[in-house]
Structures are given as structure tokens and as C-alpha cells.
């Protein structure tokens, strides 16, 4: 978020934010900066303004959920959350290692993680004796270092392959998106567990029908148990609502929602935006 000194006034942006998981501190201390500033205009977004009755699912609640799948599971566990979603990869990895199992990564993730864990919270890939990094199949079926890319090789000392997932599929929880979904067929899972812990647009909706039914297809013919364990990268519509009410601004611009008009409920000067349009403060 962004508090911008103008001299019309302070104008305060909120970005994307949530009021649960982790770092959920760092949102109250921008709010309380947001009230000090006493400002002139609001930017606030509004993703969850449609979700009247929704239960405001927290990370806490995915932790526990996830933990409690890879507990009761007889096989091995997949999941598919978003590589930048450092509280998700956390939950997930906490919860594996919290089962004695060992978290799979793609060479991919392990790449992001290498280069970002000085400033967020994630483990070390190459030391992390609870991480072990997944490799395709490649050129010459022989999992040969030079049958990747030189970034990949990097860490080749923690290679694991469909071979070892194979012979101890209670042993891991593995990383497995969309696009690598090809793996099941070397790897052949029995017994196996899919938490899916994308948001669920993803998935729903009729922009998506080949999508969900190519995830069904592949579910179905493992026999794997498909879970959804999520929670949103947004406030609700009640925080959003409390957090309107705390900063109190002269005047209030809802973005990013298909549901403006309900911040009326809580403010009297709210400029709705049209797309392409312009608000002059």
C-alpha cells in the first residue's frame, strides 16, 4: 500500500491486502498509518464485496487442513498452490514435515525459493534436509545433468526422481501443477491425495470447463483423492467494510470489485470509477 502526499491531501492506496495469515501484522500497521494520515482519498480494493456469507477462511484453517490430509493419506500427496504464495508453500511444507514426510519440489520452485529466501520466509532448497528437488525426464531418459538447464543443474545434488516416488509414495508430499500433470503416468500413484490450494476461479466458472474437466480426467484415472484447502489472498467484505470505517476518508474510490455500491453502506462521498474512466480529486 501506499500513503501519497498531495496538496489536495494525503491520498491512501491499499493495494491487495488481507487481514489473516502470517505477516497479517504488517496490514494493521499500514492501516494505522492510514488513519494517522487523516486523508483525503481512499483507493481501496474490493475483490470480496461480493461474498456476503462467505466464511472468511484463514491460513491457520489451511494448515490445519492440509495437515490433517497428509496425515490420514495411504499414498502420496500433490499439491498445487502458486509459486510466489509464500505462506501457502509454507503451510504445506510445515505440514509434510510435521508427518515425516519430505517435501518435492520442481527445479523451478526451488529456483524462485534460492533467490528469494534472503527476503521472505523461505527455506533453503540445497541445505534443507526436508526438501528434495523433482526431475523430469529428459533427452536421454537417464536423468544425465546435461540433459538440463545449466540454472537446473544447480541442484542436482538434490535430485529426486518418478523412481523414488514410486517405490515410497507414503515417504512425500510432491509440488505438481497444471502443466506437469504428464508426471502421474511414470510415477503411478496409488492410494494418492491432490490438494488443490489455487484460488478457485482457477478452476470454477464456465471460462474454465476444459480446465476442471482435464483435472477430473486425470483424478478419475489414478483413483486420487481430489481436496480443495485454500484461502483468499483478500480481506472480506466485513474487514473491508471496519477498514473504510477506521480511515474515514473525504472521499472513497473503490477499484477492483464488481461491487462498488456496497461501500455506500459505510461511506457517504464514494466515487465509483468507470473502466477507462478518470476521477479528478
Same mark, same amino acid.
Given at each position: 500500500?501506499? /500513503?501519497?502526499?498531495?496538496?489536495?491531501?494525503?491520498?491512501?492506496?491499499?493495494?491487495?491486502?488481507?487481514?489473516?495469515?502470517?505477516?497479517?501484522?504488517?496490514? @494493521?500497521?499500514?492501516?494505522?498509518?492510514?488513519?494517522?494520515?487523516? +486523508?483525503?482519498?481512499?483507493?481501496?480494493?474490493?475483490?470480496?464485496?461480493?461474498? #456476503?456469507?462467505?466464511?472468511?477462511?484463514?491460513?491457520?484453517?489451511?494448515?490445519?487442513?492440509?495437515?490433517?490430509?497428509?496425515?490420514?493419506?495411504?499414498?502420496?500427496?500433490?499439491?498445487? &498452490?502458486?509459486?510466489?504464495?509464500?505462506?501457502?508453500?509454507?503451510?504445506?511444507?510445515?505440514?509434510?514435515?510435521?508427518?515425516?514426510?519430505?517435501?518435492?519440489?520442481?527445479?523451478?520452485?526451488?529456483? /524462485?525459493?534460492?533467490?528469494?529466501?534472503?527476503?521472505?520466509?523461505?527455506?533453503?532448497? *540445497?541445505?534443507?534436509?526436508?526438501?528434495?528437488?523433482?526431475?523430469?525426464?529428459?533427452?536421454?531418459?537417464? &536423468?544425465?545433468?546435461?540433459?538440463?538447464?545449466?540454472?537446473?543443474?544447480?541442484?542436482?545434488?538434490?535430485?529426486?526422481?518418478?523412481?523414488? $516416488?514410486?517405490?515410497?509414495?507414503?515417504?512425500?508430499?510432491?509440488?505438481?501443477?497444471? &502443466?506437469?500433470?504428464?508426471?502421474?503416468?511414470?510415477?503411478?500413484?496409488?492410494?494418492?491425495?491432490?490438494?488443490?490450494?489455487?484460488?478457485?476461479?482457477?478452476?470454477?466458472?464456465?471460462?474454465?470447463?476444459?480446465?476442471?474437466?482435464?483435472?477430473?480426467?486425470?483424478?478419475?484415472?489414478?483413483?486420487? @483423492?481430489?481436496?480443495?484447502?485454500?484461502?483468499?489472498?483478500?480481506?472480506?467484505?466485513?474487514?473491508? *467494510?471496519?477498514?473504510?470505517?477506521? $480511515?474515514?476518508?473525504?472521499? *472513497?474510490? +473503490?477499484?477492483?470489485?464488481?461491487?462498488? %455500491? %456496497?461501500?455506500?453502506?459505510?461511506?457517504?462521498?464514494?466515487?465509483?470509477? #468507470?473502466?477507462?474512466? @478518470?476521477? %479528478?480529486?
Amino acid at each position: 500500500g501506499y /500513503i501519497i502526499n498531495t496538496s489536495k491531501g494525503p491520498i491512501v492506496y491499499t493495494g491487495d491486502f488481507r487481514l489473516h495469515g502470517p505477516k497479517r501484522a504488517m496490514t @494493521k500497521e499500514f492501516i494505522s498509518k492510514a488513519v494517522k494520515a487523516k +486523508p483525503y482519498a481512499l483507493i481501496i480494493e474490493g475483490t470480496r464485496m461480493d461474498y #456476503d456469507t462467505e466464511h472468511n477462511y484463514t491460513e491457520e484453517e489451511v494448515n490445519e487442513k492440509v495437515h490433517s490430509i497428509i496425515k490420514g493419506s495411504k499414498g502420496t500427496v500433490f499439491a498445487y &498452490f502458486s509459486m510466489s504464495n509464500v505462506d501457502r508453500f509454507n503451510s504445506i511444507y510445515k505440514a509434510a514435515v510435521d508427518n515425516n514426510r519430505i517435501m518435492v519440489i520442481d527445479t523451478r520452485l526451488a529456483y /524462485i525459493m534460492s533467490n528469494m529466501m534472503d527476503i521472505v520466509d523461505f527455506p533453503d532448497p *540445497l541445505n534443507d534436509p526436508n526438501i528434495m528437488i523433482y526431475y523430469r525426464m529428459s533427452k536421454s531418459c537417464e &536423468f544425465k545433468e546435461t540433459d538440463y538447464y545449466k540454472w537446473e543443474r544447480e541442484y542436482f545434488s538434490k535430485k529426486i526422481t518418478y523412481k523414488e $516416488i514410486k517405490k515410497s509414495p507414503k515417504k512425500y508430499v510432491m509440488f505438481l501443477g497444471f &502443466f506437469k500433470l504428464m508426471e502421474l503416468v511414470y510415477i503411478n500413484p496409488k492410494n494418492a491425495d491432490f490438494i488443490y490450494s489455487m484460488s478457485e476461479h482457477f478452476l470454477e466458472g464456465e471460462d474454465n470447463e476444459d480446465e476442471r474437466q482435464i483435472w477430473e480426467n486425470w483424478m478419475k484415472h489414478f483413483k486420487i @483423492k481430489f481436496h480443495k484447502a485454500h484461502c483468499s489472498g483478500h480481506a472480506s467484505k466485513q474487514e473491508l *467494510l471496519e477498514v473504510v470505517k477506521k $480511515i474515514n476518508p473525504k472521499v *472513497l474510490i +473503490p477499484v477492483h470489485t464488481e461491487n462498488p %455500491e %456496497e461501500f455506500k453502506k459505510v461511506h457517504g462521498n464514494v466515487k465509483i470509477v #468507470d473502466k477507462g474512466g @478518470k476521477v %479528478e480529486l
